[in-house]
């Protein structure tokens, strides 16, 4: 029986390889990425394009989710609130979109119905990242829960975070293991052309390439 | 102290009785209503608009959601499948929207997250409605688990579903008690001039009325 899964992709290393692995796994891929005004969303769009068409996928939905600036709240859909570039703090940052992934999981849970696919892929990171809530394991294993209470009940979805307890250098060396296209990828918070390198997603990325031994491609500014 | 509440209201009869019961608990309200592409869009959001306007709430969200269009695979928001009007049947109708509930409720957590409200109140009802799985008491009760362990630790929001075992007749009959305003009310799924009286939500709402000895006073084909 052919195996589907919804791959939630945004653009970033993480996403990627999360996807790459539900490939490598042997299921049929069925991609998925929010456009939510964010700062770089032509720049994301344009990367999960060419991660989507490399993995090959059955399908490709790109959402377009403009109520994020309505909401606001946040560095990275509100122009007037900074981008921190000073290195990461303890708590929750200000590039934290409230619920962001709740939102991301419950319309990928929609798409993932409708196309009766098994399992939904997404790349959070828990300990090795900005420290956004809503990219824990127990958050992300109660969501399942309680999707499969709320939907049909043949619907039994399976969500896969195999990404979750990963170093960055990890999944660096995972990606380059997996020939995952590090160079199409994109992770800065600020910048469409040359990356910042001192938002907290550059310096994650750049901890990670570096505790790896690698030297990243994209350029920087 | 003041309370907040993140009230869903969508025009219908239901979660303008929710509202009202938020507003009696001495809440202030942030009025969310969703526009998803479905049949009677903008009727909905005429009620949504009334109902916010005699409830004086603080806060209006009206948030436009497209993307329910590109899922499609439902009867409410694809316009090749026809809306049933023979009766209610056993099983998740054709109406049934993917997960409805629990994008609006992710994204209401997200509003409410930014108010820091304290409550979010929905109006689903269990036993007498149409059947769809997102409506049931043990889903919402396992995602309100789910947001406050993907929410900040300082987020703290309880949801209210004070509806979720009421049978429509007492419905009808608690909304008249709280003087919700009935009539500005719309339920029918199909139509926006006057209600068809024969899909499932129009009968639900007839039945509720019937029961209660009470005169509907929308307009009927």
Redesign the interface.
Known sequence: MVKRAVCIISGGMDSALSAMIAKTEGYEIIAVHFNYGQRTEQKELDSFRKIAKYLKVIES?E?????FK????SALTDSSIEVPTGGIEAG?PIT????????F???A???A??HQAQSLFIGVVEEDSSGY??C?D???N??E???N?????ETKLKIKMPLVHMKKEQIVQKSLELKVPLEDTWSCYKEESQACGVCDSCRLRLKGFKNAGVVDSISYV
């Not at 959402?63 to 109520?67: A, E, P, R, S, T």
Request: charged share 20%; glycine share 6%; hydrophobic share 40%.
């Open positions: 939905y959402i377009d989710l403009d109520f309505q909401i606001g709240a929750v934290y979109v409230p619920f962001r992934n709740g939102i999981i419950s319309i849970t929609a798409i119905e409708k809530p809503d824990r127990a958050y992300i109660s969501m829960t309680s999707i209470l709320g939907t049909k009940d």
